[in-house]
């Protein structure tokens, strides 16, 4: 078993949840009502805002170039088609761009927060790992369906599914797996802890968005 795999197997109830959720499916089969959408991916933006920084972070921290690569080619993905996707979405769904972040929110950027700030590449790469490893699993088996769909759900499934991010994935476990066997215990009982702890608050964002956020007009 790998790392990541091992890794998983630790949070492995909370993973079920979020990546076989009623949120997910309702969006994938396109009934989710549009204020629902529009609140989760306002609430999502302030989530990406952190998410930039802490990738960013990593690139920074990636031991060589070949390393670094993938992560920054990502970065660019995620501050172009991404980005456009969030504003093209807002505007199709006529709410503003701003919102004020939920707990949910603020549980998540405090978390990318202290993982950027630790300097430490494999606290990073827990969270980076779990954020996208979900949004893959959730996806892949909704990937042939997405052009059936509005945009705004469509293009959500397609950004987080496809050979492309797979390989994302894939590259995220790798240098977690690689970087896992160079850690003493201490290092190790860290990464478990941030690993889970992030598994725990991505569920509890799709808890809420199911839920429904407030949304900004
Ligand atoms: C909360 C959250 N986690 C993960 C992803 C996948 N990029 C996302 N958009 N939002």
Redesign the pocket.
């Known amino acids: 078993m790998s790392a990541s795999q091992y890794l998983q197997s630790l949070a492995a109830e909370d993973w079920k949840v979020a990546t076989h959720h009623a949120f997910t499916d309702a969006l994938a089969d396109g009934t989710l009502s549009q204020e629902k959408m529009a609140g989760y991916l306002q609430q ?1 933006y302030l ?2 805002e952190g ?1 930039v920084r802490l990738l960013g972070s990593a690139v920074v921290h990636a031991p060589t170039l070949a390393d670094a690569v993938p992560a920054a080619q990502f970065l660019g993905l995620i501050c172009g088609p991404e980005n456009t996707y969030f504003l093209r979405s807002f505007e199709a769904l006529e709410v503003t761009s701003t919102a004020k972040p939920a707990p949910e929110t603020r549980a ?1 950027q405090e978390l990318m927060d202290q993982a950027r700030q630790s300097g430490r590449y494999e606290i990073m790469l827990s969270v980076l790992v779990v ?2 490893w ?2 893959l699993d959730w996806a892949t088996p909704f990937d042939d369906r997405a052009d059936d769909l509005p945009f705004w759900f469509g293009e959500w499934v397609t950004l ?1 599914s496809g050979e492309g991010f797979t390989q994302v994935v894939a590259y995220l476990r790798g240098q977690l797996d690689i970087v896992w066997e160079t850690l003493d215990d201490t290092a190790r009982a860290e990464v478990s802890a941030t690993f889970t702890q992030a598994v725990r608050l ?1 569920r509890a ?1 799709f808890d809420a968005s199911w839920a429904g956020f407030t949304v900004a007009k």
Do not use: K, R
């Open positions: 999502d989530f990406v998410f998540l954020a996208e979900i949004y987080h991505e964002f």
